[in-house]
T-cell receptor, first 113, second 115 residues
């Protein structure tokens, strides 16, 4: 069965610093991987997704993620953090039956001025 | 497009009362998902529908929870009777093709408090 592990429930960075949020997955089939962002008191919004093809995926708001099959990872990065990036970030994988998203436990990102 | 619409946005009720949460998916989407989010358990999928048919309800916690999708534009999640441990944010999401890399679009959620 698919699963997702996000390393670190809370990450704090300074404004302008690199953002790195870690995600590892397990999957018995080629995975479809997602990163969602949740701002306070809102629903989840898709940042980016990997299905097939290029392993470096670019998303909204300057975020990108790289699919590394050998490491079973899909880490999210942004070169320079902005105060508005403070939110909770969820990594997810589609289960092998199709239809269901399996979410990680989330990482809360804080950005210090 | 208005996106996924959920109502009410906030619900406060007393233990033992019936609670009905409502969701209108994005027009044209074939799949609908109900999630629950709590601090302790994170995001949990409760049930999902494809073409109005329940496909997987293995996440429904117990018989007190039921979900229906009478047509392509409306779904309800009912809790009867409600208990304090049901307090959570409930999200509805929809997508146009089940699985296989299709994005799920989330509603704003209903924050349920059971006292």
């Amino acid at each position: 069965a698919q699963s997702v592990t996000q390393l670190g429930s809370h990450v704090s960075v300074s404004e302008g610093a690199l953002v790195l949020l870690r995600c590892n997955y397990s999957s018995s089939v080629p995975p479809y991987l997602f990163w969602y962002v949740q701002y306070p008191n809102q629903g989840l919004q898709l940042l980016l997704k990997y299905t097939t093809g290029a392993t470096l995926v670019k998303g909204i708001n300057g975020f990108e993620a790289e699919f590394k099959k050998s490491e079973t990872s899909f880490h999210l990065t942004k070169p320079s953090a902005h105060m508005s990036d403070a939110a909770e970030y969820f990594c997810a994988v589609i289960d092998d039956q199709g239809g269901k998203l399996i979410f990680g436990q989330g990482t809360e990102l804080s950005v210090k001025p | 497009d208005a996106g996924v619409i959920q109502s009410p946005r906030h619900e406060v009720t007393e233990m033992g009362q019936e609670v009905t949460l409502r969701c209108k998916p994005i027009s044209g989407h074939n799949s609908l998902f109900w999630y629950r989010q709590t601090m302790m358990r994170g995001l949990e999928l409760l049930i999902y529908f494809n073409n109005n048919v329940p496909i997987d309800d293995s996440g429904m916690p117990e018989d007190r929870f039921s979900a229906k999708m009478p047509n392509a534009s409306f779904s309800t999640l009912k809790i009867q009777p409600s208990e304090p441990r049901d307090s959570a944010v409930y999200f509805c999401a929809s997508s146009d093709v089940p699985g296989q890399g299709q994005e799920q679009y989330f509603g704003p959620g209903t924050r349920l408090t059971v006292t």
